[in-house]
């Protein structure tokens, strides 16, 4: 999944960076820093790089928006497969279960492929 990269004047209410600039190194801890059952935005930044890890965001956790620097610099990246035993939606890099959920300007990419070569 691709998206256009974003403006500069968004109030970010997190930062994500690998260089320990922002608030957390992963994007995990700061969704599940976003308030519960929210009806306002909660906008995570994420800085430039390769992320090796698998967001969830719970249906409790609602308008959460990651929004990355530029589309080909950050690549949140995954590789489990189902042939490893496990269920299929944790083979998936990013899983939303949270309404009002709006991703910009990232690559999400899995990839062990559908029978892990």
């Known amino acids: 999944m691709r998206s256009k990269s974003t403006d500069n004047k968004t109030p970010y ?3 994500v960076s690998k260089d320990g600039i922002g608030n957390f190194y992963a994007t995990d801890g700061a969704i599940l820093a ?3 059952h929210s009806v306002k935005p909660f906008f995570i930044k994420i800085k430039k790089g390769t ?3 698998y967001i ?3 249906k409790k ?3 959460i ?3 990355g620097e530029e589309m080909d610099t950050i690549i949140i990246k995954g590789s489990r497969s189902f042939v490893d035993d496990n ?3 944790d083979t998936v890099t990013i ?3 949270g309404d009002g959920f709006i991703a910009q300007a990232l690559t999400y990419r899995n990839s062990v492929g559908p029978i892990k070569y």
């Open 87 to 89: 269920k299929i939606y």
């Open 61 to 63: 956790k609602t308008n």
């Open 13 to 15: 209410n997190a930062i």
């Open 65 to 67: 928006f990651l929004i």
């Open 34 to 36: 976003a308030p519960n």
């Open 95 to 97: 899983g939303v279960l």
């Open 51 to 53: 992320y090796q890890e």
């Open 56 to 58: 969830r965001v719970d």
